[in-house]
């Protein structure tokens, strides 16, 4: 449990880190959304999606966690309504790959935090192109943000295989048993 609430303040803070916002897109770039890969890279799938519940829960009861001092209802409502429940998705989705694996090694997680984006953007896309009323230039505003998306991708796939290996027993995994 403490680990879920730390985890949950650790995104908050993360959003302390203003967005950009790139010319003619309703949804900022912030470094906020490694807080979900960080998640189900270190909790796994069960506690690392708890986590970002536990987080977006709070920001939807109005405490201002998103980055730009953001909270409340409306982030839930807007272009970027997508990308918020696609980092449920994503914490998930990098859990479920950490826990099939015996050792988190780089290239796992590398594979396993892309997957997470993918699936954030999965989520994120469509509901952004219809808050901005046009599929295509959607998808054309984010092209913006996939060289930023990768780079944090690598930069969470390092901290994660770090800690891993300083912590090794610290994410539940599956066991192998012998035949």
């Known amino acids: 449990m403490a680990r879920i609430v730390v ?6 803070v993360l959003g302390t880190f203003p967005g950009i916002y790139l010319a003619g897109s309703a949804v900022p770039i912030v470094l906020q959304n490694t807080g979900p890969l960080l998640c189900g890279s270190l909790l796994g799938a069960r506690r690392g999606t708890a986590s970002v519940a536990l987080f977006l829960g709070l920001v939807a009861l109005g405490l201002p966690l998103l980055s730009g001092g953001r909270g409340g209802i409306a982030p839930f409502v807007g272009p970027s309504a997508g990308f918020l429940f696609g980092w ?14 015996r ?3 780089l290239p796992v997680l590398l594979l ?4 997470g984006i993918t699936v954030d953007y999965l ?5 952004m192109a219809a808050a901005m009323g046009d599929f295509r230039a959607a998808g054309i505003a984010m092209l913006g943000y996939v060289p930023g998306d990768l780079a944090k991708v690598v930069l969470v796939s390092l901290v994660a ?12 995994r599956r066991e ?4």
């Open 7 to 12: 985890f949950a303040a650790f995104t908050a």
């Open 88 to 101: 449920i998705l994503s914490a998930l989705v990098v859990g479920l790959i950490v826990f099939l694996v």
């Open 103 to 105: 050792k988190p090694t």
């Open 112 to 115: 396993a935090n892309l997957a």
């Open 123 to 127: 989520v994120g896309l469509p509901v």
């Open 161 to 172: 295989v770090a800690v891993h290996r300083a912590f090794p027993n610290a994410t539940p």
């Open 176 to 179: 192998r048993t012998a035949r």
